[in-house]
C-alpha cells in the first residue's frame, strides 16, 4: 500500500527563489507539451507519442535560446512535469472505461494558480541528509519540521507551494500491514449535518463546523480583500490573509478526521458506513454545511486505515432505507422527512432516527460481507424499481412527506434515508 507523509519545509529565502523557477519550468514544459499536442490535432497530423513530446519540448527546447533557461531546473522535474500530461490526456481519452467521474481534456496551467507543485522520483537522487534536511537537486537542503519518522525510503517526494504561501514535502513510501490486535466490537456509522457521525452503539460525535465558526473572520478578512486595488502589493497580502484562514479551517477538519478514524478503527474490527451522493448534496441548499462536514474525506481515511492495520471496511448502498427501517421488526416507514428525530413503529418500538439508522447499517453490513456481496454502484439513467415496502405502504407514527415545514433528508434522492 501506497501512503503519503506531509511535512512542513521552511527554505530560505534563495531556496524559495529557486522553488518558484523550478515551479516556472515544469508549468511551461507543460503548457508547450499542450500546445504541441493541440497544433499536431488542428493541422490534422497524428498523436505525438510520449517520447517524441519529451523530444521536442525538453530536450530539443533546451538547446534554443527561448528556453536555454529550462536547464535552471532539474530535469527530472521536468519530465515529471510531462508525465502529468501524458496521464491527463489518457484520463481523458478513457473516458467511460475509467472508475471515476467523466473529465475533460487538459488545459494550460497559469502562472497566477494559487497552488504549485513539482515532483521528484527516485532518479532525481533526492534524499534526507543526516541533519534532517530534504536535500533537493538543484535546490539545496531545505529544513523539514519532522512531526515522525518515514517508515521506509521514499519513491518520490512533491514539493507543494499551497496558497497561504507554505511550502510541503510529500513523501510516497509503499507501506506493509500493520495489523492491530482482534476485538470483538464491530460498528454502524451514520453520518449526518446535527452530529457529524452517530455509532450503532448509541455514540455521537459533535460536529464542530469548522468554516461555520470562522465565518465572522473570513468575512472581514473578505471585505478588506474587496477594498484592494486589484494588482497591488496590498490586494496580494489580503488575499493571503483570506488563505491562511482557509488553510487553519481546513487542517483542523483534517485533524479532527484523523483523530474520530484512528479511534473509530482501533475500537472496532469491522466498519460499516452508507454510501452518500456528497456530490449531489453539495448542490442543495445543504451545501456549505455538507463541505465544512468533510464526509468524503473522513470516509477515505477509514477505509485505507481500515486496510492497513488489519480491519474490515465495507460502504452499503445509497439506496437502503436506513432511517426508515425499524432495526426491531424490519417495517419500513412510508416517508422519513429531515425534522423527525424520533419515531414510534407500529410494533411499540421507540427509535432515536440516528442511532437506528447506524444500526441497521451495521447489521445491513454483517449481512453483505457474509454473503460476500459488494454495494451496487450508482450508473445514473434509470432508476432500479422500488421494492413494496419502500413504495410507503407500511405505515408509522412518522408524518407524511410534503407536510409544510418538512426538509426532506440529505440523500441521493428523495426515497432514500
Avoid at 507543460?30 to 523530444?55: C, H, M, Q, T, V
Avoid at 525538453?58 to 530535469?75: F, N, Y
Avoid at 410494533?347 to 454473503?371: E, F, K, P, T, W
Amino acid at each position: 500500500m501506497q501512503l503519503r507523509y506531509n511535512f512542513r519545509l521552511y527554505p530560505t529565502a534563495g531556496q524559495r527563489v529557486a522553488l518558484a523557477r523550478a515551479f516556472g519550468c515544469a508549468r511551461v514544459v507543460f503548457n508547450d507539451g499542450l500546445r504541441a499536442r493541440s497544433d499536431a490535432r488542428d493541422a490534422g497530423l497524428p498523436y505525438i507519442s510520449d517520447g517524441e513530446l519529451s523530444k521536442r519540448v525538453i530536450t530539443e527546447a533546451r538547446k534554443t535560446p527561448d528556453r536555454s533557461w529550462l536547464g535552471e531546473a532539474s530535469a527530472v522535474v521536468l519530465q515529471q512535469a510531462l508525465a502529468d500530461l501524458n496521464q491527463a490526456f489518457r484520463n481523458f481519452f478513457d473516458t467511460g472505461k475509467r472508475k471515476g467521474p467523466k473529465v475533460g481534456p487538459p488545459r494550460f496551467r497559469s502562472r497566477k494558480d494559487n497552488r504549485e507543485a513539482i515532483r521528484f522520483t527516485r532518479n532525481a537522487r533526492f534524499c534526507v541528509t543526516p541533519g534532517g534536511r530534504l536535500r533537493l537537486p538543484k535546490i539545496g537542503d531545505v529544513e523539514v519540521r519532522w512531526s515522525r519518522a518515514l517508515p521506509a525510503d521514499p519513491s518520490s517526494v512533491t514539493v507543494v507551494k499551497d496558497a497561504a504561501g507554505r511550502y510541503f514535502a510529500s513523501f510516497v513510501v509503499e507501506a506493509g500491514e500493520r495489523p492491530l490486535a482482534p476485538v470483538d466490537a464491530e460498528t454502524g456509522i451514520d453520518l449526518g449535518l446535527g452530529h457529524f457521525a452517530v455509532l450503532s452503539n448509541g455514540r455521537k460525535i459533535d460536529s464542530p463546523r469548522f468554516l461555520r465558526r470562522a465565518e465572522k473572520k473570513l468575512k472581514k478578512l473578505q471585505q478588506a480583500l474587496a477594498r484592494k486595488a486589484k494588482g497591488s502589493n496590498n490586494r496580494a497580502k489580503a488575499r493571503r490573509k483570506v488563505a491562511r484562514q482557509h488553510a487553519k479551517v481546513a487542517d483542523a477538519r483534517r485533524e479532527f478526521h484523523h483523530r474520530q478514524s484512528t479511534r473509530i478503527v482501533r475500537e472496532n474490527q469491522a466498519i460499516y458506513v452508507e454510501d452518500l451522493a456528497v456530490a449531489g448534496l453539495a448542490r442543495t441548499r445543504l451545501a456549505k454545511s455538507t463541505h465544512d462536514a468533510g464526509w468524503s474525506q473522513f470516509v477515505t481515511m477509514l477505509e485505507y486505515k481500515a486496510a492497513l492495520y488489519g480491519r474490515t471496511f465495507h460502504r452499503i448502498d445509497r439506496w437502503f432505507p436506513s432511517s426508515k427501517l425499524c432495526s426491531d421488526c424490519g417495517a419500513v416507514a412510508g416517508s422519513m422527512p429531515l425534522n423527525v428525530r424520533e419515531w414510534t413503529c407500529l410494533c411499540g418500538a421507540v427509535h432515536d432516527r440516528d442511532v437506528n439508522a447506524a444500526r441497521n447499517i451495521l447489521a445491513a453490513g454483517r449481512r453483505q460481507v457474509a454473503a460476500g456481496r459488494k454495494p451496487v454502484p450508482e450508473m445514473g439513467g434509470k432508476r432500479r424499481p422500488k421494492t413494496p415496502v419502500e413504495t410507503g405502504k407500511t405505515r408509522t407514527s412518522a408524518p407524511r412527506r410534503g407536510e409544510k415545514g418538512t426538509v426532506e433528508e440529505a440523500g441521493s434522492h428523495r426515497g432514500a434515508a
